[in-house]
């Protein structure tokens, strides 16, 4: 190794490339009655009424409709209607990735240390193009391409350090620049328009092709302690200083005048007498958020009991806790504030509690395993009848699943055989969400306990 390098013990430099791409189309069509006319259902059809008591609408008739569609209805999907040219997409990305990383192995004073210290340059390539319907050209010019995206290059540092302490005890650092690109469907350029001909204000709803990925910087610290090869225990917690996030707005101010002189064209008729469009309005759709940061703490074990009583051979626990925080704060969805409330609300997805407990014994082929996890009340992010996503606010869950096995060991009739028996949410725990509070329930599923038996064998 040159002179100015003992540290490092080899270097790693590479490039990845990924090109990849998502092309969307939606058909839809009218179901209309068949010739045949009005008829009843065929009783092959039909399933048992369906109670959805939850949601207070009592029991209701059920039948099986792709079957019924088939065989009493004519459904002739297009993809040609205007209100469908916008919901129709491509995204194109390319990825290019090159680095250099250090590998470090050496020694501060009598303490090892491993680890790396790297840097990734990534080239990001973005593009989408989608149809925008204008009514006012010409029949046989009405669909207008729309291709739009960005360039951009991300340099990202990293440091790895752990230090192999006395008494089998490891302290790890991290610190990096840390990107997480936006969803597909996040950068479609496609847009979907209207006019409130009301008061004349127009509006429109789609993706965003120049968002930026999520970028933070964040330190990592944890501490483990291992006792032999059989157990451990850590403490760890970390920091990200978010520089970029996403989330959906509605912001005024877009510029629409484009799409409201065609709309003016072909729907001037409809407007109620004394109302101007204006040229500006509404536009909702995926944005870039700056600043605000994430924090947390995480607590893990893994301890084979027979480490503080021998009698208690096979038995143990694997447990870990983690709290998590943050000072951002996002304006709700527009489409979902009946749901979320129209106050600002936290990261979708982050939970300020999360826990997993597991008991477990293993003996002589046998194997018992008790596992529980919980988490805090959180929003999600949720898909709704029409495929789109929307915010809701989702009760904490508390899950309890169980597993019974047995393997045969080496010198056994049957060696290479092992049976097992799963039951998933033995307490039937339900997934219910509210709109803002507790007491303003909106959804609850029962989804039931499951049960699973199993043989496996191996050769």
Same mark, same amino acid.
């Given at each position: 190794?040159?002179?100015?390098?003992?540290?490092?013990?080899?270097?790693?430099?590479?490039?990845?490339?990924?090109?990849?791409?998502?092309?969307?189309?939606?058909?839809?069509?009218?179901?209309?009655?068949?010739?045949?006319?009005?008829?009843?259902?065929?009783?092959?059809?039909?399933?048992?009424?369906?109670?959805?008591?939850?949601?207070?609408?009592?029991?209701?008739?059920?039948?099986?409709?792709?079957?019924?569609?088939?065989?009493?209805?004519?459904?002739?999907?297009?993809?040609?209607?205007?209100?469908?040219?916008?919901?129709?997409?491509?995204?194109?990305?390319?990825?290019?990735?090159?680095?250099?990383?250090?590998?470090?192995?050496?020694?501060?004073?009598?303490?090892?240390?491993?680890?790396?210290?790297?840097?990734?340059?990534?080239?990001?390539?973005?593009?989408?193009?989608?149809?925008?319907?204008?009514?006012?050209?010409?029949?046989?010019?009405?669909?207008?391409?729309?291709?739009?995206?960005?360039?951009?290059?991300?340099?990202?540092?990293?440091?790895?350090?752990?230090?192999?302490?006395?008494?089998?005890?490891?302290?790890?650092?991290?610190?990096?620049?840390?990107?997480?690109?936006?969803?597909?469907?996040?950068?479609?350029?496609?847009?979907?328009?209207?006019?409130?001909?009301?008061?004349?204000?127009?509006?429109?709803?789609?993706?965003?092709?120049?968002?930026?990925?999520?970028?933070?910087?964040?330190?990592?610290?944890?501490?483990?302690?291992?006792?032999?090869?059989?157990?451990?225990?850590?403490?760890?917690?970390?920091?990200?200083?978010?520089?970029?996030?996403?989330? *959906?707005?509605?912001?005024?101010?877009?510029?629409?005048?484009?799409?409201?002189?065609?709309?003016?064209?072909?729907?001037?008729?409809?407007?109620?007498?004394?109302?101007?469009?204006?040229?500006?309005?509404?536009? *909702?759709?995926?944005?870039?958020?700056?600043?605000?940061?994430?924090?947390?703490?995480?607590?893990?074990?893994?301890?084979?009991?027979?480490?503080?009583?021998?009698?208690?051979?096979?038995?143990?626990?694997?447990?870990?806790?983690?709290?998590?925080?943050?000072?951002?704060?996002?304006?709700?969805?527009?489409?979902?504030?009946?749901?979320?409330?129209?106050?600002?609300?936290?990261?979708?997805?982050?939970?300020?509690?999360?826990?997993?407990?597991?008991?477990?014994?293993?003996?002589?082929?046998?194997?018992?395993?008790?596992?529980?996890?919980?988490?805090?009340?959180?929003?999600?992010?949720?898909?709704?009848?029409?495929?789109?996503?929307?915010?809701?606010?989702?009760?904490?869950?508390?899950?309890?699943?169980?597993?019974?096995?047995?393997?045969?060991?080496?010198?056994?009739?049957?060696?290479?055989?092992?049976?097992?028996?799963?039951?998933?949410?033995?307490?039937?725990?339900?997934?219910?969400?509210?709109?803002?509070?507790?007491?303003?329930?909106?959804? *609850?599923?029962?989804?039931?306990? *499951?049960?699973?038996?199993?043989?496996?064998?191996?050769?």
């Amino acid at each position: 190794m040159p002179e100015g390098f003992s540290w490092f013990s080899d270097f790693d430099v590479g490039v990845n490339y990924a090109d990849r791409s998502k092309n969307k189309t939606q058909a839809e069509g009218n179901i209309n009655l068949g010739a045949q006319g009005v008829t009843s259902i065929a009783a092959d059809l039909q399933y048992r009424p369906v109670n959805l008591g939850f949601a207070g609408a009592g029991y209701i008739p059920a039948w099986n409709v792709p079957a019924a569609v088939d065989r009493y209805m004519v459904f002739n999907p297009t993809t040609t209607e205007s209100y469908l040219i916008p919901k129709q997409w491509t995204v194109d990305e390319e990825i290019t990735t090159t680095f250099l990383r250090a590998n470090i192995s050496t020694q501060i004073g009598s303490i090892p240390v491993r680890g790396n210290v790297g840097l990734q340059a990534q080239h990001v390539r973005q593009s989408s193009s989608s149809n925008y319907w204008d009514g006012g050209q010409p029949v046989g010019s009405q669909v207008i391409p729309i291709n739009e995206g960005k360039s951009y290059l991300d340099f990202l540092p990293s440091l790895n350090l752990a230090f192999e302490l006395p008494a089998e005890n490891t302290v790890r650092f991290a610190l990096a620049r840390q990107v997480a690109r936006p969803r597909v469907d996040e950068l479609r350029a496609s847009m979907e328009f209207g006019v409130d001909t009301n008061i004349g204000k127009p509006g429109a709803s789609g993706g965003n092709p120049n968002l930026d990925p999520w970028v933070a910087n964040a330190v990592d610290l944890s501490w483990e302690k291992y006792f032999g090869n059989k157990a451990y225990v850590a403490a760890a917690v970390f920091y990200k200083d978010l520089k970029t996030y996403i989330y *959906t707005e509605k912001r005024d101010g877009y510029d629409f005048t484009q799409q409201v002189d065609a709309w003016l064209q072909a729907n001037a008729i409809t407007l109620p007498p004394g109302i101007v469009v204006d040229k500006t309005g509404y536009y *909702t759709a995926p944005f870039n958020g700056n600043g605000g940061s994430l924090r947390g703490a995480e607590l893990t074990a893994s301890l084979p009991l027979d480490l503080f009583f021998d009698g208690l051979r096979g038995f143990g626990v694997v447990a870990s806790a983690s709290f998590n925080d943050s000072n951002i704060s996002i304006p709700p969805d527009p489409g979902t504030t009946s749901s979320v409330g129209s106050e600002p609300i936290m990261l979708p997805g982050l939970s300020k509690r999360v826990y997993n407990f597991t008991a477990y014994y293993e003996n002589n082929g046998f194997e018992v395993r008790l596992n529980q996890r919980k988490r805090s009340d959180f929003i999600g992010e949720i898909g709704n009848f029409n495929g789109n996503r929307t915010l809701r606010y989702v009760k904490g869950e508390d899950v309890l699943d169980a597993q019974v096995g047995y393997s045969f060991g080496d010198g056994s009739l049957f060696q290479g055989l092992s049976l097992f028996l799963q039951a998933s949410n033995l307490t039937n725990s339900k997934y219910e969400t509210y709109a803002g509070t507790k007491d303003r329930p909106l959804e *609850t599923v029962e989804w039931g306990r *499951t049960y699973q038996v199993g043989v496996n064998y191996k050769f």
